[in-house]
């Protein structure tokens, strides 16, 4: 069936640095990539997404990159601060009716 | 304007007994999805509703779980008999049309089964 995976599942990085979480989908006919922030107790929220007829998006701080061929997308935030520190999910259409989620990258921002 | 709002926040409940939960979705907004999310864990998707279609109901993990979209708007999803391996946050989303819109999450229910 259909399936992300996501790495890496913790992720440490000093504020400053920049963080990339990877993420692969088996289905080919995927074209809607978002990712998901998930605070401490809080819920998901989109913070950027990136469709299949686009190889990259940028939003300020954070950046998304799609390889179709590859079938991985990644996220990029750079210049880090601790109120990054969160989970972060990717999730990958599937099918007609939903998404597949990624299994989370938890990233600590260390000051 | 409002968003997924959830009800209750927190469940806590006897093995067996059941338990219904509450959904409700950004006005206007078509598709409506229910996940699971065990503690520490990643989403794990149970069902979908778009519009007056049959639900999808592949993520369901069992029998015991049922849900229901009423006239379009409010869900409820409905846990029988529960188990102490039903312990998690429940957490609904909605979006414009289905899944290739942006999903808004409601805050969750945690439901503890003792």
């Known amino acids: 069936g259909e399936n992300v995976e996501q790495h890496p599942s913790t992720l440490s990085v000093q504020e400053g640095d920049s963080a990339v979480i990877k993420c692969t989908y088996s289905?080919?006919?995927?074209?809607?990539f978002p990712w998901y922030k998930q605070e401490l107790g809080k819920r998901p929220q989109l913070i950027i997404d990136?469709?299949?007829?686009?190889g990259e998006k940028k939003d300020q701080r954070i950046a998304v990159t799609l390889n179709k061929t590859a079938k991985h997308f990644s996220l990029h935030i750079t210049e880090t601060q601790p109120e990054d520190s969160a989970v972060y999910f990717c999730?990958?259409?599937?099918?007609?009716?939903?998404?597949?989620f990624g299994t989370g990258t938890r990233l600590k921002v260390l000051a | 304007g409002a968003g997924v709002s959830q009800s209750p926040s927190n469940k806590v409940t006897e093995k067996g007994k059941d338990v219904e939960l509450r959904c409700d979705p950004i006005?206007?907004?078509?598709?409506l999805y229910w996940y699971r999310q065990s503690l520490g864990q990643g989403l794990e998707f149970l069902i979908y509703?778009?519009?007056?279609?049959?639900?999808?109901k592949s993520g369901l993990p069992s029998d015991r779980f049922s849900a229901e979209r009423t006239g379009g708007s409010v869900s409820t999803l409905t846990i029988q008999r529960t188990q102490q391996e039903d312990s998690a946050v429940y957490l609904c989303?909605?979006?414009?049309?289905?899944?290739?819109?942006?999903?808004?999450f409601g805050p969750g229910t945690r439901l503890t089964v003792l």
């Open positions: 289905d080919s006919a995927s074209n809607y």
């Open positions: 006005s206007g907004h078509t598709a």
């Open positions: 990136i469709r299949s007829n686009v």
């Open positions: 989303a909605s979006s414009l049309f289905g899944p290739s819109d942006t999903q808004y």
């Open positions: 509703f778009q519009g007056n279609s049959a639900p999808d």
């Open positions: 999730a990958a259409t599937a099918g007609t009716y939903k998404y597949i």
